[in-house]
């Protein structure tokens, strides 16, 4: 059951790119202001107040998930799996930001180039193309743990709660407009859960990485690890980023256009083989367990 409502998510996910802005869980912003006004949770510290919002949420989708446990010979369960699967996704593909500038490189137009870039990398997007397409390549192989790989490891392992956690840790962490000023402080402590939920699918994906591609660099390159990591969030993030680097070979300087698109191909090539590696894991779980 477990397998088959990633499946048919990921296959929502790509089919209906309309329903996306579900994914963006703007309602947080409403739900943590009422909780301020009506509880004043800024008064019970970043951890308490982190607590005291997610409890109700979280015991929502656990009471859910139980009441459809079985129902209907598993029909409803398999329903609401791959509806909470669904939304704790992205909450942006990976595949459209990558071909949106791709075409950029095509039209080899700097702005546009750049401008295409941003949603992967953020307002420090480089305007050089060698730094930028090396730096859109590494952001491929960390987004995809946030994006996919980390909300369906917590699937696995929890649930529909475990994914909605996740998922509800990364917004807040991410998106600072879902917080009141007063509230800010949360980001922190989501930032340094968010690391410890990641730790073990980071390596997870690592290890895919090195299968799916050269495994004796990728190995090489997770060997000498991160040393220069300001926590564990971050340390993360540059694991799979050195790693996924390796396994493709990456230049080490891209000259022109076509070089930047040829990394660029290989480099999301390697996250959608690493992901059937995920599938055909789960699935040997599920069979085993």
């Known amino acids: 059951m477990t397998v088959l409502s990633l499946i048919i998510a990921l296959l929502l996910e790509r089919s209906l790119p309309q329903l996306k802005s579900f994914r963006r869980f703007d309602g947080l912003r409403d739900y943590s202001r009422w909780m301020l006004e009506v509880l004043q949770i800024d008064k019970l510290g970043p951890w308490g107040a982190l607590a005291v919002l997610m409890a109700p949420l979280l015991l929502a989708v656990w009471l859910l998930s139980s009441m459809f446990h ?37 039209d080899d137009d700097p702005q546009a180039r750049r401008s295409a870039a941003m949603p992967l990398l953020g307002q420090d997007a480089p305007e050089a193309l060698p730094e930028q397409a090396e730096g859109m390549c590494r952001a491929l192989f960390s987004e995809a743990l946030i994006r996919i790989y980390g909300p369906v490891f917590w699937f ?80 993360n993030t540059e694991l799979l980023r050195q790693v996924g680097a390796a396994a493709i070979g990456l230049a080490e300087r891209i000259t022109a256009p076509e070089s930047a698109a040829a990394e660029l191909r290989k480099a999301r090539g390697l996250v959608l083989r690493a992901l059937v590696i995920w599938l055909l894991l789960v699935l040997a779980l599920t069979l085993l367990f």
């Open 70 to 106: 079985n129902a209907l010979f598993g029909l409803f369960e398999l329903a609401f799996g791959v509806i909470v699967i669904y939304l704790s996704l992205g909450p942006d593909e990976l595949d459209p930001q990558v071909d949106d500038y791709l075409d950029t490189l095509d």
């Open 156 to 235: 696995v392992v929890l649930g529909p709660v475990g994914a909605v956690a996740y998922r509800i840790l990364e917004r807040f962490q991410r998106q600072a407009d879902l917080l009141d000023e007063s509230l800010q402080s949360l980001r922190a402590v989501a930032r340094e859960l968010l690391g410890w939920m990641d730790w073990i699918p980071a390596r997870i994906t690592a290890f895919a990485y090195m299968i799916a591609g050269r495994f004796d660099d990728g190995w090489q390159a997770f060997r000498r690890g991160v040393s220069l990591a300001a926590d564990l969030h971050e340390q």
